[in-house]
């Protein structure tokens, strides 16, 4: 895979993501993002600049990064693609992705998924 499309996959990703928990829109994070290939690791800084603003993918170490997401690469060009929320949390709950960094952000981020998860259960009860 080359780095422009791992780079353009990264950011459907995360657009995806906030898309689907729009309350992480506002959300101002450096996170980086390691994927995991045959003998190599794919290492990328991802900067969310807050609402209506584009996310910014660079190739490289991560630094400023207060959150490290860890991903096989053949699984996350899939996930990159079809995910949504509850296929996110299945793959962190069972160890496909795993995620570090600033126990804070990493509760925030947890605790607004989980909200957003209530809204559309709720949603899908009423309807």
């Known amino acids: 895979m080359a780095a422009d499309d791992a780079k353009r996959l990264i950011e459907t990703a995360v657009e995806r993501f906030i898309d689907?928990?729009?309350a992480l829109a506002?959300?101002?994070?450096?996170f980086a993002v390691e994927?995991?290939?045959r003998g190599d690791v794919?290492?990328?800084?991802?900067?969310?600049?807050?609402?209506?603003?584009?996310?910014?993918?660079?190739?490289?170490?991560?630094?400023?990064?207060?959150?490290?997401v860890q991903v096989p690469r053949a699984f996350f060009n899939v996930m990159a693609k079809e995910a949504?929320?509850?296929?996110?949390?299945?793959?962190?709950?069972?160890?496909?992705?795993k995620a570090s960094g600033v126990?804070?952000?990493?509760?925030?981020?947890?605790?607004?998924?989980?909200?957003?998860e209530e809204r559309l259960r709720t949603r899908r009860a009423r309807d």
Do not use: C, N, S
């Open 26 to 30: 506002p959300l101002k994070l450096v």
């Open 42 to 68: 794919q290492m990328y800084r991802v900067e969310l600049q807050g609402k209506d603003e584009e996310v910014q993918v660079t190739k490289g170490i991560a630094e400023d990064a207060r959150v490290r």
């Open 20 to 22: 689907d928990v729009p």
């Open 84 to 97: 949504h929320i509850a296929d996110w949390r299945e793959a962190f709950t069972y160890g496909q992705a």
């Open 103 to 116: 126990q804070e952000i990493l509760k925030l981020i947890v605790h607004v998924v989980e909200k957003q």
């Open 35 to 37: 994927l995991k290939g």
